[in-house]
């Protein structure tokens, strides 16, 4: 989905944030039933963020993100077949069912994972953007990160660098309130995080992630100024997820009512549903379209549990080794 010079295409938005909501779901259902191993981080109550950036990129911009990923995977144009299947382990995932949950990644969709490490992706965030620069093209490089790890040095190195040689990269600093079990309040000294960009000299601005219309507007601005190569954004957004840290997660350190109010008030899909229904689209409608997503998501369920298993020899596929040939 390219950028748009026109009224932002709301009706695509709530198709691909519904698919990354009923993804997650079934996911889940999967985890709970043995089909999923390992560690599995949900994104439901998120989706608006990464619908709402992935629209501005053009041809050729990446996606970089961390463990918390599958949504930004479909919102890239990933097939939820090959998805899920990455997630059951089976070779017709795009990780040929090496990568699990956190780490696949999509070279045709520009896609660069997937990163379990806290922060790690955001040096080769900045990385990507440097390619880019380095070719001289006017591409982007969308480099996401959590609350948490926005505690981390390595960030701090990577807005230095970014900055100093004015890289096309937008920092996306999802900040969903809780780094695994810790609230904001309790382990950032600073409220703002976008602000951290400031001894750098890097813009930075604070979205309401729960409303897609803001996030796409931000983003547009954001990959605007990189791509006039102005140097790094950060757009720190707002947002919450629903479930725990991780399927292991029963998230006891939130209470059950901060939860409901923020599904009953700030739903990004709820909310865009009531926008199409106020601009003309019909309630039917848009609930067809969310028996086609779910028919989609079962499919694309029952894709990977018939798929096979990766073969043994599979262990010595896609990897660096030195020989002494």
């Not at 501005?56 to 998805?83: E, F, K, W």
């Not at 045709?108 to 390619?131: M, S, T, W």
């Amino acid at each position: 989905m390219g950028k748009s010079s026109s009224k932002p295409p709301l009706l695509e938005f709530y198709k691909k944030m519904l698919l990354i909501r009923r993804f997650e779901e079934k996911a889940g259902q999967l985890y709970g039933m043995g089909k999923i191993g390992g560690f599995c981080h949900l994104y439901i109550g998120q989706e608006s963020v990464v619908v709402g950036i992935t629209a501005t990129r053009i041809p050729g911009d990446q996606t970089i993100t961390s463990y918390r990923d599958h949504g930004h995977m479909l919102a890239c144009g990933m097939d939820p077949n090959g998805v899920m299947s990455e997630l059951t382990g089976k070779k017709t995932g795009y990780s040929k069912g090496k990568g699990g949950s956190m780490h696949m990644f999509s070279k045709a969709e520009n896609f660069f994972g997937g990163h379990g490490i806290v922060a790690a992706q955001v040096p080769i965030g900045a990385g990507l953007a440097f390619a880019n620069k380095y070719r001289g093209n006017k591409n982007v490089s969308f480099t996401y990160f959590g609350d948490g790890a926005a505690n981390q040095g390595q960030i701090y190195e990577t807005f230095n660098m970014a900055s100093l040689w004015k890289l096309p990269v937008v920092f996306v600093i999802e900040n969903n309130q809780y780094a695994m079990g810790t609230s904001i309040e309790r382990a950032s000294s600073t409220p703002n995080l976008y602000s951290r960009g400031e001894a750098f000299d890097i813009p930075g601005e604070l979205v309401d992630g729960m409303d897609v219309l803001q996030v796409y507007e931000s983003a547009e601005r954001a990959s605007d100024h990189c791509r006039k190569g102005k140097g790094p954004y950060i757009l720190e957004m707002s947002t919450y997820r629903y479930k725990g840290h991780s399927m292991s997660d029963p998230a006891k350190y939130r209470t059950r009512e901060e939860v409901q109010k923020i599904k009953e008030t700030k739903d990004p899909i709820e909310n865009l549903q009531r926008v199409l229904v106020k601009n003309g689209d019909s309630e039917d409608s848009l609930t067809k379209i969310d028996h086609h997503i779910k028919t989609v998501i079962a499919e694309a369920a029952q894709f990977a549990i018939d798929s096979d298993q990766p073969e043994l020899s599979e262990l010595y596929e896609d990897i660096y080794v030195i020989t002494d040939q």
